[in-house]
């Protein structure tokens, strides 16, 4: 559940002078909300533990960055409750922090992708996205030599790969170090990690997309519909930042796979990938195969030119 | 004449005076890095890496450790030995003529060999006499099986120290922790080791359309 109207959040806000400024006008919307959701809550029976208590105690919740540890905890456990409540499954949420020392990259071959999308299929799989539109993090373009930019490139083939004379370019999230979606963002509903993941707040998301007309890198999507995911296929462990079930209405993207990259695993892609083309670690630690990358091959990054610093390059053999 | 050429020069002397301040300018103000890769250009010291513990209890059984290291760290790479289904060789081949019929093609028919291209190999580049059950090079040094890498690093010495170093081949599982790689044989078959064309796994939509 998210604040209907930013004014929600406003009315609500923790500063101690917010008695002081509360208008009139705003103290008889609360009053009102307040009657017309306890009417509700004498309907439907509203007992501490409840679905509707649950509800409720989401929907008046902080964004996750002005959380403490035990408010983080008790949304977790709140959203746990509830997936049990409405979906019938065991779902663990974690929200975990970042580890130290870490900032996280990226890098994709392009002489040895050859085009198979099993990243895009585990992505799908892993992130709990939508199956019904057909949503995808991932998007891998097939290009011939000389192209540079996918959008030259063919984003919709469908035949047996890799064809000769083509080469294939995976596109999501680049993680931008100086990442123009969060300067867009009207209600801070997305921001830069200290380990270089760049996230979003779900319930802090108001669907104002631009943060997706502000990504020069097409690496964000919008949930027009309440995502279908059938309940045998649901990935249980979830994270609050990343794979998480979203609603109608949120914006979402690559996470590096949160809930799995903070406990040291690959994210699903990398784990995925029949050929080795896609490399992920840390920045920071001299010794790693990211590392290796940036100082031995040819790297470059799309549109470096923007400023935007992405964390994900692409090399040649 | 005379002047013609003391002022070429002096033209000569001056341009390249120009051109050495031009440079020592760009070195002045251009000179360091911005953004990312400052950050990580500055992170020269190891990582002390938290995550380590939690993952070595999480490692597979069947890896070994690497006879080579990247920045003197060890790394391990997956096994091969238990995963070739008629190994031993030398249950078979011990020197003994083999009678049975159509040995050959009953033991080894779905070996196809396409490795080498315009000189392909046979199967007596890699597959000795003797030993029987091990690799050799062609320095005669014996290897085993597991550590296959050395023998296709022979030729592939490229995309061996490509290897060591990550640009090549694939981490398995963890990012963090113990560095554990896909042996060359986890991916390639050995006897054709071009991957093969297939259908992708899925296909995407228009991104513009909702």
Not at chain 1, 155 to 179: L, R, S, T
Not at chain 1, 226 to 247: A, C, D, F, M, W
Not at chain 2, 55 to 62: F, R
């Amino acid at each position: 559940m998210k604040p209907l109207q930013p004014s929600c959040s406003t009315t609500l806000s923790e500063s101690p002078d917010a008695d002081k400024t509360r208008g009139r006008r705003d103290f008889l919307k609360g009053a009102l909300q307040l009657a017309a959701l306890c009417g509700t809550a004498a309907l439907t029976g509203c007992e501490p533990g409840g679905r509707f208590g649950l509800q409720w105690q989401e929907f008046f919740k902080k964004n996750y960055r002005l959380m403490t540890p035990l408010e983080k905890e008790a949304t977790v456990q709140r959203l746990e409750q509830l997936a049990k409540l409405r979906r019938g499954i065991d779902i663990h949420i974690s929200a975990a922090e970042p580890v130290k020392e870490v900032l996280f990259g990226y890098a994709f071959n392009l002489t040895r992708c050859e085009g198979f999308m099993e990243c895009v299929q585990a992505c799908v799989r892993e992130n709990n996205l939508d199956r019904k539109s057909k949503t995808q993090y991932i998007r891998i373009f097939e290009l011939e030599p000389g192209q540079m930019s996918p959008e030259s490139g063919n984003g919709q083939y469908f035949h047996e790969v890799p064809v000769n004379g083509h080469f294939y370019m995976g596109i999501q999230c680049f993680h931008c170090q100086n990442a123009p979606c969060v300067k867009a963002c009207p209600t801070k509903a997305t921001w830069m990690e200290p380990d270089g993941i760049v996230v979003v707040d779900y319930d802090w998301c108001i669907g104002c997309r631009y943060c997706m007309a502000a990504c020069p890198y097409w690496g964000r999507r919008f949930n027009w519909n309440e995502p279908y995911v059938p309940k045998e296929e649901i990935t249980l462990k979830q994270h609050y930042l990343g794979n998480r079930l979203r609603s109608r209405g949120m914006m979402e993207k690559c996470t590096f796979c949160i809930q799995r990259s903070r406990d040291g695993q690959l994210p699903a892609c990398a784990a995925a990938c029949p050929t080795g083309a896609r490399v992920f670690g840390n920045l920071l630690d001299p010794d790693s195969e990211i590392r290796f990358v940036l100082k031995h091959k040819k790297v470059f990054r799309l549109k470096e030119d923007l400023g935007t610093e992405p964390k994900f390059w692409f090399f040649v053999d | 004449m005379k002047n013609n050429s003391s002022y070429l020069r002096l033209g000569f002397i001056v341009a390249v005076a120009w051109m050495a301040l031009i440079g020592l300018a760009i070195d002045g103000f251009c000179g360091h890095e911005e953004g990312v890769k400052a950050l990580f250009q500055q992170a020269m010291g190891p990582w002390h890496d938290p995550l380590a513990a939690t993952i070595a209890g999480a490692l597979p059984a069947d890896i070994t450790q690497v006879h080579e290291t990247y920045n003197g760290r060890p790394f391990w790479t997956q096994t091969r030995k238990d995963k070739v289904t008629r190994f031993k060789c030398s249950q078979c081949h011990d020197g003994r003529t083999v009678t049975a019929e159509n040995a050959a093609a009953v033991a080894h028919g779905d070996i196809v060999l396409d490795h080498g291209g315009a000189k392909p190999l046979s199967c007596f580049t890699c597959h000795k006499d003797n030993p029987r059950d091990q690799f050799e090079t062609e320095k005669g040094v014996t290897i085993d099986m597991d550590h296959v890498y050395e023998l296709c690093g022979q030729c592939h010495f490229r995309q061996k120290s490509d290897w060591i170093g990550g640009a090549h081949g694939k981490r398995l599982d963890h990012w963090a922790g113990q560095r554990v790689v896909a042996n060359c044989t986890s991916c390639h078959n050995p006897h054709s080791p071009v991957f093969k064309k297939r259908w992708p796994a899925t296909y995407s939509l228009p991104l513009d359309e909702p």
